[in-house]
């Protein structure tokens, strides 16, 4: 089922996320171009998966949909016993309210925001023992979802196996960019829980990249199927509770038991919370669609097409310089925003300001991951997120390759306008979950800034003329800035003027598909900024006329003036605007 776009004007963007009280999650769907606030619920379903709705059992009790649900779980997970709830969070309230008792340590890999709430609410507390490397954000280490496993047996020590109802593992860490947990850890792990009587459990939401990523990277998994090592994960669990939203490409959720007794202690809370034990607060038709999910998510051409569009994406934004969580993981592109934007502080929501930039910017709705996403501390103070990210989701079988270029074009933009972004403060904040449904508002008028500097197109056509906007001296990101004779030498001016051209040709590049397409520069127009008595502003602009010479040969000589200025916007040192005429079609 396809579903129109519409790009909205840049002011009607801005007028948008005002009225959403800078808050994502409170934009208009009709109002978005392209939506990676999430992979939950927004998968494109197989063919398969729709046909199979038309089967579904719409009986209260005993429906055949959920047997047949049940069985296909048991058969790829070995477990046998299955409580159906209506997602991912639901499952958690079940898990929680089970077994969380006030004062209890619930240990993790890493949190996630709904599994985190759920225990605080009852009086338990979260231990995160990730390994120290899973919150670098630059690296080449495969699995950084792994947990400490010596901080996991001093953690048991210092609780008692008494005072901690499970340990829970999060395949493809959500919360620090989607990163993976490695086999050889999860069976690390559970096996020290096993010695100490610890009930272990596994949020199998997005196991589906994580699968993909143990047959890739873990050496001793790669000749093993997807069906073989889903086993061999689950062999080593007593509860499996995932969110279909994800896994699955559905929408519900289920709890897989091992122990019989252990399913009886929970399966009341079912019908309390969710529904009948056959259905769990969920649709037939969407339980029909979850089933044939689960078998496709065995399917290696299926589960490859995320990583492969995210790690894409991971690519072309860090060869520009956009500071990424590498290596790419699971879930969808993540960028670092604490080097995204130093300037402005965490404490100030910077995660979800940038979110609110992009849109503004581009249409793109992303999802703040850092410490708008956190709780105050009991005392009131801000809990400081560990990393701040803004995560850019890819639901799959969705985006196609040019919407992902028109991604990485705009997050591009945006990192070399990055110092018009501000920062954002809370008009009304729930005391939980406050990222859902949170009111916020500019520190300054930022916004409006942002919104002006993208009023203007890179380049604008009149006949076989091309009028290319003034292009600054940015470096792959970086800010080339400082005046002519006070901060910089000629040279370094010279060369912030080549850099203005060859960044011409990459918006030329981008606006033709090939620099072939055109005759001859006609003239260009540049700016210098520089002290009062610099004189020097036609030795400067050299560097960028030699660009384009040695682009075109004698087509590329220009028409040219030279100007000098105390400043240019974001304190460039050098700005081009040019003409080019275009051969005839």
């Not at 055109?518 to 030795?539: E, H, M, N, S």
């Amino acid at each position: 089922i396809v579903q129109q776009l519409h790009l909205l004007p840049t002011a009607q963007r801005l007028e948008k996320m005002q009225r959403a009280g800078f808050n994502t999650f409170q934009l208009h769907n009709g109002d978005i171009f392209l939506d990676m606030l999430t992979d939950s619920g927004v998968n494109a379903m197989s063919d398969l998966q729709q046909s199979a709705m038309l089967r579904a059992d719409d009986a209260y009790a005993g429906s055949e949909t959920f047997f047949r649900m049940r069985d296909k779980l048991e058969e790829l997970f070995g477990i046998p016993f299955c409580l159906p709830a209506h997602q991912g969070r639901a499952c958690e309230n079940i898990l929680a309210t089970r077994f969380v008792k006030p004062g209890s340590c619930v240990i993790m890999n890493y949190h996630f925001t709904t599994a985190k709430a759920h225990i605080t609410r009852l009086g338990g507390r979260v231990e995160e023992l990730v390994r120290a490397e899973g919150l670098v954000s630059k690296s080449s280490l495969p699995f950084k979802g792994n947990i400490d496993l010596d901080a996991l047996e001093a953690c048991i020590q210092r609780e008692t196996p008494a005072n901690i109802p499970f340990v829970r593992l999060e395949a493809g860490t959500n919360l620090i960019g989607g990163q993976p947990i490695s086999f050889a850890n999860m069976q690390a792990a559970t096996a020290i829980c096993r010695r100490h009587g610890i009930l272990t459990v596994l949020d199998a939401s997005l196991l589906q990249d994580n699968l993909y990523f143990i047959k890739t990277r873990e050496a001793e998994m790669k000749d093993l199927s997807i069906r073989e090592i889903t086993r061999r994960i689950a062999d080593q669990f007593d509860i499996i509770y995932f969110s279909a939203r994800k896994f699955g490409f559905a929408r519900g959720g289920a709890i897989l038991v091992r122990d019989e007794e252990l399913f009886r202690s929970m399966e009341d809370l079912i019908p309390m919370f969710e529904g009948f034990l056959t259905y769990g607060g969920m649709s037939v038709k969407e339980m029909e669609a979850m089933t044939v999910g689960f078998e496709e998510s065995m399917n290696m051409d299926v589960i490859s097409q995320g990583p492969q569009f995210i790690d894409y994406c991971v690519d072309r934004l860090s060869e520009y310089g956009v500071p990424v969580i590498t290596p790419g993981g699971g879930l969808g592109a993540h960028i670092d925003v604490k080097e995204f934007l130093p300037h402005v502080p965490q404490a100030e929501y910077s995660a979800c300001a940038l979110a609110c930039a992009l849109y503004i910017c581009g249409g793109i709705r992303g999802m703040e991951r850092g410490t708008l996403s956190e709780e105050r501390e009991p005392d009131g103070t801000e809990r400081i997120a560990s990393m701040e990210l803004l995560r850019l989701a890819f639901p799959r079988r969705v985006f196609t390759l040019s919407q992902t270029e028109y991604v990485i074009d705009r997050v591009k933009w945006l990192f070399d306008h990055r110092d018009l972004v501000g920062g954002l403060r809370f008009v009304h904040e729930p005391a939980t979950l406050r990222f859902f449904t949170g009111v916020l508002e500019p520190t300054s008028d930022w916004p409006e800034k942002l919104a002006a500097a993208g009023l203007y197109k890179p380049v604008n056509q009149a006949g076989n003329l091309l009028f290319v906007s003034g292009q600054g001296s940015m470096d792959k990101g970086v800010h080339l800035t400082g005046r002519v004779g006070v901060d910089v030498s000629a040279e370094q001016a010279q060369y912030a003027a080549r850099v203005c051209a060859i960044n011409t040709l990459t918006a030329l590049e981008a606006y033709l598909g090939d620099l072939n397409r055109i005759k001859r520069c006609v003239k260009i127009l540049a700016f210098v900024a520089g002290a009062d008595d610099f004189t020097g502003q036609a030795q400067v602009v050299n560097g960028a006329s030699q660009v384009f010479i040695d682009a075109f040969g004698e087509e590329g000589r220009h028409a040219r003036s030279a100007i000098g200025t105390n400043s240019l916007p974001l304190g460039l040192t050098v700005e081009v605007e040019s003409i080019f005429e275009i051969n005839e079609d």
